[in-house]
């Protein structure tokens, strides 16, 4: 059958805004979480990372949120940049295994479009 | 520290043949993942290898294959192409599979055309 796109959601700041970008992600079980960032042509590349036992962990102007009560992540960047635009994933990592492995399998939300205008 | 390779960056495919992509992960890392990404679907797991065996596999059919070399690279292989093969296909290496212990790393991709 015919497939249908995905609708990514848009998020078109101006230069020097601060951005917030949600995620809501799908099982409780989750222990850890990723936000990616993907340029133009690029792979996804790592931003931050966040343990589901903390609720905030911040980086370099990132900062990411979990609230596990309403399975709910967001990507906060302060004084963004036009290099900051690109598509925007965040990723829960299921366990399967020791350790904590989801043996290779993050399972992504279907990303946001940040534009950042001059 | 070199990151994850992948090869070809490009190529173009018609209906019914078969395609090889290759991945060297980064130095160290033992588990190779794969992931197919589209406009209509996003990425999606397709599978995991760590040590030459296959631990995880995500919901594709058997045309969509792979293996890992005991120097860690990997391969994937699709045979009988179809139109909605196309897709960015990417490779990640970690330390163990995915886990607080050690986030994946994606390579660039490769972006195969299927006419």
């Known amino acids: 059958g015919e497939s249908v796109g995905l609708h990514l959601p848009t998020l078109s700041v101006q230069e020097g805004d601060n951005s917030i970008i949600n995620c809501a992600y799908s099982?409780?079980?989750?222990?850890?979480f990723i936000w990616y960032k993907q340029e133009s042509g690029k792979g996804p590349q790592f931003i931050i990372d966040i343990r589901s036992n903390m609720d905030k962990r911040q980086g370099q102007r990132v900062t990411v949120l979990l609230n596990k009560t309403v399975k709910h992540l967001s990507l906060q960047i302060a004084a963004t940049q036009p290099g900051d635009s690109a598509v925007y994933f965040c990723a829960e990592n299921i366990p399967l295994g020791a350790g904590g492995t989801s043996y290779g399998k993050l399972t992504f939300g279907q990303g946001t479009i940040l534009t950042v205008h001059p | 520290k070199a990151g994850v390779t992948q090869t070809p960056r490009y190529l173009i495919k018609t209906r019914g043949q078969q395609v090889t992509l290759s991945c060297s992960p980064i130095?160290?890392?033992?588990?190779v993942s794969w992931y197919q990404q589209t406009p209509g679907q996003g990425l999606q797991f397709l599978f995991e290898y760590f040590s030459e065996t296959q631990r995880n596999k995500g919901n594709f059919p058997g045309r969509f294959s792979g293996r890992q070399f005991s120097n860690s690279r990997s391969e994937m292989n699709v045979s009988t192409l179809e139109l909605g093969d196309s897709a960015l296909y990417l490779c990640a290496s970690s330390l163990a599979g995915g886990s607080f212990t050690g986030e994946l790393f994606f390579g660039e991709g490769s972006r195969l055309t299927v006419l």
């Open positions: 099982n409780s079980a989750s222990d850890y």
């Open positions: 130095s160290g890392h033992r588990s």
